[in-house]
């Protein structure tokens, strides 16, 4: 059995902190406690919380106030699901859960505390009244009303709906079902707690949570169909799912049908795709907010959290861990692979739930249509179309899915060629002089070109060039643009000189209308100088840290093979000691997001203004920046960034 303490008013109302089997937790106002709570009623060291011999135990440490029980002042005592804790002005409710919900509910990297659902025990227990609060002697089953009180939304009539029944009691609201009393149209009214209408933070959750729903409309979706408040007390009407928790369809079992879990999870991540497209994540996906109807549709409830790339690894991880402890009966574990607890017919699925399930961001999916451009091909190749849920089945990118997961194998092997033969595998060392790159790629494949070629002369000449398009097209017309490159640069040409020389050679061998833009810079380590001209990218942007200052950079000329093309003027930029200079792509400073913000030089700037670490692990941290703030959306091109520092 698990434990976790649900806290039901002040500031962490609503939220929720797992007990360990092995630590005791201290609550009080000192630093030295593991839950620390900011109340003057409260002791500095007011009660201790711990489990031993597998039963959770609360013990008053000799406090000013005391500790009570379901309204009891103890000592020590032993807790049950349902026991109401009150320490000074602070409540909070005990609840269980079965070790096949705490494999679901308790595992991963997730926060500390979290809004969770309630759990369900066969434990004699003491519920509280949903109106009041205040416990119920002898209750079996929540939500309840002490003899004070009655349901008054029971039989009410809000806004056209009629209240027919209680579904569930949560943290912070109840659920009911209901009817239009005009067309008689089935709903679930969701209704905040009397408790919490006074609670910014909780309030605005649960409007956030109706935005979202309003907003989201696919078919693995729970809609939000209006929103509204009666007699003080907000509401949400919304889609009646007539279906079960997954935890109450696996029942007993430890695992599910292999095919079935499958179908469940590329549902899930259909559903995670929608609401990435349309700037929200889901925050807090557990077992208890999905739902499977009798035919194996699945429901996600409680999207309303705007997509960051924070909330979107909590999916992304809880998706993974509900797929392994589906398939394989087993929770989390870093320290065991996958592939070892699968069912055979599905072994192909290991790496994709490693990758889901990876603690490191940079080996993590980005999003959850990344997921399906692996897991789909996957399935098809065992099962056919016809193994794909028809949520997946008729997304509208489902052939960009497929055809870029039948060739993966294919391109894989290319890309490792291609690779090898466009970019350096570690730039040279140039004395007095670090040298270093950062790369994002949009694909499997890198499309971006550059290179540092030492000269006859002991300069050095610095290429960059952003990909036209991604995958193999666009590797090899770098593979075209590189063969160019380093004939001509051999001859040791000025900056300016070899952007035109370069446009001349390629430009009868790109399609119409495919242009490439570049920067070229002759790098002199004996009289520190960089001389720098640009077709269509971002020009040097020069920094220094000691000095803070920054010379902002800016886009001149026209790119390669463009119709019109001039690059742009020569320029020489003379290089003290500490000076940083970064070349990059356009697509770092032009990245957007989904609300059509530009990263812009701006980001750039702010970025490298707070850099930290060295220049690598600085262009490192500059990519990530991109990305974030790129969000979901799809990328349509690498991201490459170069630097050069005098030491």
Known sequence: MRYRIVFRNGPRAGRAIDIPRDKPLRVGRANECEIRLNDIRLSKVHCRIDIHEGELRVSDLESSNGTFVNDVQVDQRRLHEGDLVRIGDVLFLVETASEAEAALLFDGDRPEEEEVPSATSTQPSIHLCASCGQPVQGATKSPVYCSKCRDPLLGATIANYRVLERLALGNTSIVYRAEHSVINRPCALKFLLPDFEANRKVVGRFLDEGRAGVELDHPNQVQVLNAGQWEGRHFLVMDFVSGVPIETLLGGAKRMGADDT?????????????????????????????????????????????????????????????????????????????????????????????????????????SAMDFLLDVVPIVIRRRGRAGLPDTVRDMPGLEKIVRRGSGTLHELRLAADLTARLIPEKLPEVKGYTLTKATKPASPIVSDYYDVCELADGTYGIFLAGGPRTGVS??????????????????????????????????????????????????????????????????????????????????DGTPLSAAEFEPSDERTIPLRPGDHIVLATPWVTGAVNLRGEMFGIGGLLRHLRHAEGTLGEQLEALVSSVVAHRGPATPDHDLTVLGIARD
Not at 324 to 339: I, N, W, Y
Not at 527 to 542: D, I, K, S, Y
Not at 546 to 552: E, F, G, L, N, S
Request: hydrophobic letters at 45%.
């Open 262 to 366: 499958v179908s469940i999870i590329l549902q899930i991540a259909a559903a995670l795709v929608d609401a990435e497209g349309k700037g929200w994540s889901h925050g807090d996906l557990s077992p208890r907010r999905i739902l499977v109807s009798r035919g194996g549709r699945v429901r996600v409830i409680g999207f309303g959290t705007e997509w960051a790339e924070e909330s979107a690894r909590h999916d992304l991880h809880a998706l993974g861990t509900l797929a392994r402890f589906l398939l394989t009966g087993r929770a989390t574990s870093h320290a065991r692979p996958v592939k070892e607890d699968l069912p055979q017919e599905h072994a192909q699925l290991a790496q994709p739930l490693d990758r889901l399930l990876s603690p490191d961001t940079g080996a993590a999916y980005p």
């Open 474 to 555: 666009g590797a090899m017309t770098m593979l075209m643009v590189r063969t160019a490159f380093q004939s001509l640069a051999a001859f040791g040409m000025p900056p300016m000189k070899l952007l035109e020389e370069l446009h001349e050679t390629i430009r009868g061998d790109l399609r119409e209308g495919m242009t490439i833009p570049a920067v070229y810079a002759l790098l002199d380590p004996q009289a520190h100088t960089l001389t720098a001209a640009q077709a269509g990218a971002p020009g040097p942007l020069v920094w220094n840290r000691m000095a803070t200052r920054a010379q902002p950079t800016r886009t």
